[in-house]
């Protein structure tokens, strides 16, 4: 074997090392991604899921949750902060959820979930109202994707705010 042969040898076995290499740590780059999407996920699960809990444990928290939800307006100046804090808190995960879901990290059927539930919420005129005063916290794409939540559901049919279940039922 001459040194030219060994040179071809060692290049053409260099070159399937690192094709291999390229293949393994593809393969190692899909399976991080799928354990960062599952654990953003599982954190999106707990956040929504904590402060449903924190509220369903406090019937007075309950009490004002239904109270503002069908008229915001006729709450005190406490009551009213304390609801804005509680939908401030839910948007604020909630739109946490928007942008992971605009970058990609959560897959869209995950999303779409979530999505209705935040259509759930923001159903009620107390919500509704309470959004108008709360808005502007939120950057513009979130804001406009609420915004067009709220007209989504306005253009649709009648529906009565239900606050069991924080869902709507149909006329």
Not at 73 to 85: H, I, M, N, P
Request: hydrophobic letters at 45%; glycine letters at 6%; one cysteine or more.
């Amino acid at each position: 074997m001459t040194l030219q042969d060994f040179a071809w040898l060692a290049t053409t076995v260099s070159g399937v090392g690192v094709i291999f290499t390229l293949i393994i740590f593809s393969i190692q780059i899909r399976g991080n991604t799928r354990a960062v999407r599952a654990a953003t996920f599982q954190q999106v699960v707990n956040s929504f899921a904590s402060i449903s809990f924190d509220i369903a444990k406090d019937k007075a928290l309950v009490d004002l949750y239904i109270r503002a939800g069908r008229e915001f307006a006729s709450l005190g100046e406490v009551e009213r902060v304390q609801f804005g804090f509680m939908l401030l808190s839910f948007l604020r995960r909630a739109e946490n959820v928007y942008v992971q879901s605009e970058i990609r990290t959560i897959h869209a059927p995950h999303w779409s979930g979530i999505r209705e539930s935040i259509k759930a919420i923001m159903a009620s005129p107390g919500a509704r109202a309470c959004w108008s005063e709360i808005r502007n916290r939120h950057n513009p794409h979130f804001r406009a994707f609420i915004d067009e939540l709220i007209a989504e559901d306005a253009g649709s049919a009648k529906r009565d705010w239900r606050p069991d279940a924080m869902s709507v039922r149909t006329r």
